[in-house]
């Protein structure tokens, strides 16, 4: 399933937005605001995010900002009713994929939204490539070269939230929150058991590392072959 986030402070058109998307059989993450957006971030899943301009706290180009500059790479959609070539011009440049203006046509967006996840290879795959490692979200395996393996659930869903936004630093808390949902008493040190058993499945392969951050958490990192 992919997820779509709605950054949108306007509630009729979140909604407008959610009745759409939904039909078209997405999941969708609904935020008033970039500032929300960012707190939602830490604890979902998100595949593509469609972006208003004008907001309080945090705006459109603000929040594009943020996210670029701490290596989210996922496709933003922009969709706001500034219009001007200016207004399109530096939203491409801090880092939109793709522009729409308000009001919008429904079909079009549906045509942009598939258009973009096609392109990073979501809807088609729904796949995360490291090197020769290839993790694939709807059957759960991990495969390199001829080699492949079923990992569980938790286990899974862990390697690929880290290895998805690669040298980002993720606490034990946000790890909790969102793989194991906010209500579960699990302990946090649930995560350093999962933590040591994919680096015990993974120590053969070099595609990647999961470092640990000392009094913070934890990270994925590509690794560099020479």
């Avoid at 509630?11 to 939904?22: A, C, E, F, V």
């Avoid at 996210?67 to 491409?92: C, H, Y």
């Avoid at 070269?145 to 290895?163: D, R």
């Avoid at 999962?194 to 990647?208: A, P, Y």
């Amino acid at each position: 399933m992919v997820n779509i986030m709605v950054v949108e402070d306007d509630p009729n058109t979140r909604k407008l937005m959610q009745t759409i998307l939904s039909q078209n059989g997405y999941e969708i993450i609904l935020a008033e605001n970039g500032e929300h957006a960012l707190e939602l971030l830490d604890k979902k899943h998100v595949d593509l995010i469609i972006l208003d301009i004008m907001m309080p706290k945090i705006d459109g180009y603000q929040f594009t900002e943020i996210l670029r500059d701490s290596n989210f790479d996922l496709p933003i959609l922009m969709v706001t009713a500034k219009e001007t070539p200016q207004d399109k011009k530096k939203g491409f440049i801090i880092g939109t994929d793709d522009y729409m203006v308000k009001p919008f046509d429904e079909e079009e967006l549906i045509l942009r939204i598939a258009a973009l996840l096609r392109r990073s290879k979501i809807v088609n795959e729904h796949k995360l490539i490291i090197g020769e490692t290839t993790l694939d979200y709807d059957s759960l395996t991990v495969s390199k070269n001829s080699s492949s393996q079923e990992l569980p659930n938790k286990e899974f869903m862990l390697l690929y939230k880290l290895l998805s936004y690669q040298n980002k630093i993720f606490t034990r808390r946000q790890l909790m929150d969102e793989i194991w949902d906010m209500e579960s008493e699990t302990d946090e040190r649930t995560v350093d058991v999962h933590i040591n058993r994919l680096r015990d499945r993974f120590k053969d392969n070099h595609d990647f590392e999961i470092q640990t951050i000392r009094g913070l958490g934890y990270k994925a990192v590509k690794t560099i072959n020479n």
